[in-house]
């Protein structure tokens, strides 16, 4: 073990039992649940769980097993049902997209499997407890307010008999865990979860014994630690997520959270505590790139420190192990989550002991395929590991050599080609990959000049670490065009057995769209430009520039951003609503927006561009085209679509080499999830 990571690397005990690191995931919600119906775990979970564990994380968490008191174990439940009692009484919004039933005694099997997957390799699983209240949309609350979820309704107080049977209910769903033979319980109390509403000075307004002073609102959160604790017998550890700071006028505060931390020190044998509600504060939950990490320690630290027997965990978005290992030998600490970075890459934990620490795949942040997933009700993915979801045939281990070496030639060092050349080398195939610019990376690179997006282009550095160790030649400022003696000349040099066209994709100038299937008039001025001649540093901007956007991503708000830092006055036009409509789902508004606001940038939404005339341009709105203004810019950025750069395929196909297109050469305008898919996928198979 590198000595530089002797904090990281001690056994830590909670309650019964022993971690045999400070490396943990938090409950985090996979979606991989299979068997909806007869209450099992799916199988793609339990492998999902088992790499984490063979990767070396001391503890992998599961989220999340509702609590409920009217779920039957006799009765499947309809699942058609609006009102359900798969979560007691849950609207689709929750249901769907949590389907685990912890007071449903079949769920043993599933949670059984699930133990000695993740066992099998020393690992430790807690899984996740929660009952939602009127935050999440439950009939019942602590208290009646209006859901501010996608149904606008207002849930009942809970009775003391209703109070009651949910204490019961989490001390028959601990029960079952315990049974099993996992480890521990983590009992929801942030983010909006009925534990979390009982505690909140903001959301309780009871008036019995269960509400009012501080000692009243913890009294559910106390009954239900002593049920659990009955019902297993204090054979299994028992934690709690903790709201730290609800960010309402009125709300609990990190301070009041140390409190109540104080008072169940030695009740609880850990707690993390992290913010927001959902969905008023979700973009706090798992943050992206624009935040540092341990944005947290401002709650973290004072529980730590008012805290003489419970451990502590931080959660921050962690991804550094020389981060973590500071936080540990600093004190502020017991463990350190990392979730995000356990997606990324399963083998942290075993690379950082080992003293490996460029060999771990970074997280980016964009949560564009774990959270922006999930958030949809999809399986999650990782926008740099493919893997994730695919355990059970592409895991740790299951990467097979080649049965027969071939030559492989890439053309393009983007994350697509560099991942098809990183794939293959490990494989056993020679590989060679060309480059028409001096450097690699593609879009990445263009991608990371936008403010606060350094963070995209690690994965490309990661890739050509990689690469370098595989010895695999990148070779820079050779351009393949589309020539047929040239491609001659590149078959009769490099002999290639396979050739990948990784060749990405170019902006589409004309301003065609779905939304009127017609190009804007006017785009084929000196003074209209796209995003790639701007971050490229090909053209010179006028003061007044407009931003044309379709696309809905990153790209409107982020050269927005970057042109009004260099004194330019910008504003966007967008059919859209509002900007950036895709990038909410992934957690970026918060952070994003605030930003765009604050750089004067104007939006406007709803609109789009019946022609460009020299600096004017005419505007309408898309539900009234009749309702038009006309607007002075010097420069204007068209962000309506890529095309992919593919005319090679067709030349090499003629010579008859095999040959395939990844990443954008295959979709243009895919995400670089897609790209990094591709080129995995594609050399598995070679």
Known sequence: MSSRFEHLFTPLKLGPITLRNRIFATPHATMFTSDERNNLPGETLAYYCAERAKGGAALVEVSMSIVSAETSSQTAPDTNSHFSPLAGGHPMVLTGRWPLRGTDERIVGGYSRLAKMVHEYGGKCFIELASGGSNVGSELGVSPFPWPNTLPFTSREMTEKDIEDQIEAYGVAAKY??????????????????????????????????????????????????????????????GMRLMGDEQFEG???????????????????????????????????????????????????????????????????????????????????????????????????????DGKISDIRPCIGVLQDCWGRMIRGLPISCTVNPIVSREKLWGIGKLEKATQVKKILVIGAGPAGLEAARVAAERGHRVVVYEAMRSAGGQTILAAKLPGRADVKSIINWQL?????????????????NDPQLVDFVLEEEMPDVVILATGSKPLRNGFQAYTFHSIEGCDQPNVFTCDDVLEDKVELGERVLVVDTLGFIEAPGIAEYLSKRGKHVEIVTVHPNIALELKSMNHWDHLMPRV???????????????????????????????QKTLQFDSFILLTGRMQNDELYSMFQKKGKPVYKVGDANIGGARIGNAIYDGNAVSRAL
């Open 597 to 627: 606001v604050s750089s004067g940038i104007i939006i406007h939404p709803n609109t789009w561009v019946k022609k460009i005339s020299g600096k004017s341009v005419t505007l309408y709105n898309v539900y009234l085209e009749s309702e």
């Open 251 to 353: 709300g609990n505060t990190p301070e009041e959270a140390t409190e109540i931390a104080r008072y169940f020190d030695g009740r609880l044998d850990w707690i993390t505590a992290d913010t927001g509600y959902s969905p008023q504060q979700e973009d706090w939950q798992a943050v992206p790139m624009y935040v540092d990490p341990g944005y947290n320690l401002r709650i973290t630290n004072p529980i730590k420190s008012a805290l003489k027997k419970t451990k502590v965990g931080a959660v921050g978005r962690y991804v550094d192990p020389l981060f973590a290992e500071r936080l540990i030998s600093e004190g502020h600490a017991d463990m350190v989550a990392m979730t995000r970075a356990l997606i990324a890459d399963p083998e942290l934990p075993n690379k950082t002991r």
């Open 177 to 238: 865990v315990w049974r099993s033979g996992l480890d521990g319980v983590d009992l929801h109390g942030t983010h909006g979860a009925l534990i979390s509403e009982f505690l909140s000075k903001v959301m309780n307004k009871r008036s019995d014994r269960y509400g009012g002073s501080a000692q009243n609102r913890m009294r559910f959160l106390e009954e239900v630690i002593s049920r659990v604790r009955e019902y297993t017998k204090d054979e299994i550890a028992v």
């Open 465 to 481: 670490e990689q690469l370098s160790k595989l010895g695999v030649e990148v070779k820079y400022g050779l351009e393949v065009a």
